[in-house]
């Protein structure tokens, strides 16, 4: 996780989205009626750094960011500002050639297989064509690294020729992860890629990664709502809460001893079985909108905690242990 050797290293990267007006705006506009054009702030100031062969989890609740910044590492976004380097170069900087060798290096796999699967491919042709338009290989060489990528990801050879209906989630989900492998990564970036799957199907999925983890010595940013599903397959563990990262830690030391009241209340949801009587409290309140981030502390209409000082003045990221770092004023505070 150290900022000189991370594979992967964001410094202070922001993204913002102007909203665009809809078309009953724009005719209102017309007559003269002023356009609200507020600005979705989905990232904000994110420092990250990823070694090589580090698995991060990066959790929080829906419309917190978290996707957005999957999208910034994995290339498919450039940043309003701030600097994403891979293997120490900055991206931004590079030609177009180191560009696209960069972003087959970081592969990205996505919640739901099947939308990101052509209905209408065959699993031989959705698997080998990135390798095909990037000339990674030609003639049967390509079918070659389809049968391989397939047979990594526990699937038999004798599916290439389905196509994607055919298949189960789970097995969708494989297909997904073989057309990643088979451009021969580095980096995968995985957005909630067990969330649409059955539990049981989910651990599957899951010891999957940590397979290819151990056999290829992938990085992983592992995005997901659910911090129970990041607990067994990640070193570093970032909580992200209205586009911020308010903690990160290794991952047994967020479990052990969460900082972050929006932490230690995201521990509290995930069922176990010594409180099977327990009803879980879920948090309280929604997530503000990121068109208009609340003043301070974003987590203070939320917070049970909460200070004066939280509306007025937002919390720095602050060392509470080695590796730890937490962004609340109770660690600054009597
Ligand atoms: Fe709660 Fe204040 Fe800490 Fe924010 S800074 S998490 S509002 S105690």
Same mark, same amino acid.
């Given at each position: 996780?150290?900022?000189?050797?991370?594979?992967?290293?964001?410094?202070?990267?922001?993204? $913002?989205?102007?909203?665009?007006?809809? /078309?009953?705006?724009?005719? *209102? @506009? #017309?007559?003269?009626?002023?356009?609200? %054009?507020?600005?979705?702030?989905?990232?904000?100031?994110?420092?990250?750094?990823?070694?090589?062969?580090?698995?991060?989890?990066?959790?929080?609740?829906?419309?917190?960011?978290?996707?957005?910044?999957?999208?910034?590492?994995?290339?498919?976004?450039?940043?309003?500002?701030?600097?994403?380097?891979?293997?120490?170069?900055?991206?931004?900087?590079?030609?177009?050639?180191?560009?696209?060798?960069?972003?087959?290096?970081?592969?990205?796999?996505?919640?739901?297989?099947?939308?990101?699967?052509?209905?209408?491919?065959?699993? $031989?042709?959705?698997?080998?064509?990135? /390798?095909?338009?990037?000339? *990674? @290989? #030609?003639?049967?060489?390509?079918?070659? %690294?389809?049968?391989?990528?397939?047979?990594?990801?526990?699937?038999?050879?004798?599916?290439?020729?389905?196509?994607?209906?055919?298949?189960?989630?789970?097995?969708?989900?494989?297909?997904?992860?073989?057309?990643?492998?088979?451009?021969?990564?580095?980096?995968?970036?995985?957005?909630?890629?067990?969330?649409?799957?059955?539990?049981?199907?989910?651990?599957?999925?899951?010891?999957?990664?940590?397979?290819?983890?151990?056999?290829?010595?992938?990085?992983?940013?592992?995005?997901?709502?659910?911090?129970?599903?990041?607990?067994?397959?990640?070193?570093?563990?970032?909580?992200?809460?209205?586009?911020?990262?308010?903690?990160?830690?290794?991952?047994?030391?967020?479990?052990?001893?969460?900082?972050?009241?929006?932490?230690?209340?995201?521990?509290?949801?995930?069922?176990?079985?010594?409180?099977?009587?327990?009803?879980?409290?879920?948090?309280?309140?929604?997530?503000?909108?990121?068109?208009?981030?609340?003043?301070?502390?974003?987590?203070?209409?939320?917070?049970?905690?909460?200070?004066?000082?939280?509306?007025?003045?937002?919390?720095?990221?602050?060392?509470?242990?080695?590796?730890?770092?937490?962004?609340?004023?109770?660690?600054?505070?009597?």
């Amino acid at each position: 996780m150290s900022a000189s050797s991370g594979l992967l290293t964001l410094a202070g990267v922001t993204k $913002r989205f102007e909203r665009q007006p809809d /078309v009953a705006e724009r005719l *209102l @506009a #017309a007559f003269g009626r002023p356009i609200d %054009r507020r600005t979705v702030h989905a990232v904000t100031d994110v420092d990250l750094s990823i070694d090589q062969g580090s698995v991060v989890g990066l959790v929080g609740e829906s419309g917190c960011g978290k996707s957005t910044l999957g999208r910034l590492v994995s290339g498919l976004l450039r940043p309003s500002s701030g600097v994403v380097t891979y293997a120490g170069q900055d991206i931004a900087e590079m030609t177009a050639r180191e560009r696209v060798a960069t972003t087959l290096k970081i592969q990205m796999i996505f919640q739901d297989p099947f939308a990101s699967l052509n209905p209408r491919h065959r699993v $031989r042709r959705i698997v080998g064509e990135a /390798v095909r338009v990037h000339g *990674l @290989a #030609a003639g049967r060489e390509v079918g070659e %690294r389809v049968d391989r990528a397939l047979a990594e990801v526990g699937l038999d050879g004798s599916y290439r020729d389905r196509y994607p209906h055919e298949f189960s989630g789970g097995q969708r989900q494989r297909i997904g992860i073989a057309r990643a492998l088979a451009v021969e990564p580095m980096f995968l970036v995985c957005d909630e890629p067990v969330a649409a799957l059955d539990v049981s199907i989910q651990a599957q999925v899951i010891n999957l990664f940590m397979d290819l983890r151990d056999r290829r010595g992938l990085t992983y940013l592992f995005i997901s709502h659910d911090l129970s599903v990041v607990r067994h397959i990640s070193d570093v563990v970032a909580i992200m809460y209205l586009g911020r990262i308010v903690e990160l830690a290794p991952s047994a030391e967020i479990f052990a001893r969460a900082n972050h009241p929006y932490t230690q209340a995201l521990v509290e949801e995930i069922p176990r079985l010594d409180r099977r009587r327990q009803r879980f409290s879920a948090i309280k309140g929604e997530l503000p909108s990121p068109l208009a981030p609340p003043p301070g502390c974003a987590f203070h209409p939320r917070c049970p905690h909460a200070m004066p000082i939280c509306r007025e003045e937002r919390p720095a990221l602050l060392a509470v242990a080695p590796g730890h770092t937490s962004a609340c004023h109770l660690n600054t505070t009597g």
